[in-house]
């Protein structure tokens, strides 16, 4: 059964860190770009960060550039969101989800893990 699971979201006052965790199971991460997204309450899903397949290139997006780090460990079929200096605004359900390139479709979509900052 192909399954992304996400983890390591939680409470955290501004200023602190976080690091999220995508597990992949039933099939391996190595071919996929991963991507990071997040949506809050009333707004849209946001694009926060990308890691190709290829070559391992990132993308981030503006708002989280210089804070969040995104990587992966093919061995453990997981990738990694680190998030530092967190922002109330920061606050959302974060997702990853597969694709062939960062620019592609998404296909598989984990089932979120809740990050609220508090101010």
């Not at 997040?38 to 946001?46: I, V």
Request: net charge neutral.
């Amino acid at each position: 059964q192909v399954q992304l699971v996400e983890s390591g979201g939680g409470l955290v006052q501004a200023g602190g860190s976080l690091r999220l965790s995508c597990a992949a199971s039933g099939f391996t991460l190595d071919y996929y770009a991963i991507g990071w997204f997040r949506q809050a309450p009333g707004k849209e899903r946001e694009g926060v960060s990308c890691i190709s397949s290829s070559d391992g290139s990132t993308y981030y997006a503006d708002s989280v550039k210089g804070r969040f780090t995104i990587s992966r460990d093919n061995a453990k079929n997981t990738v990694y969101l680190q998030m530092n200096s967190l922002k109330p605004e920061d606050t959302a359900v974060y997702y990853c989800a597969t694709a062939l390139g960062c620019r592609a479709h998404y296909d598989y979509w984990g089932q979120g893990t809740q990050v609220t900052v508090s101010s």
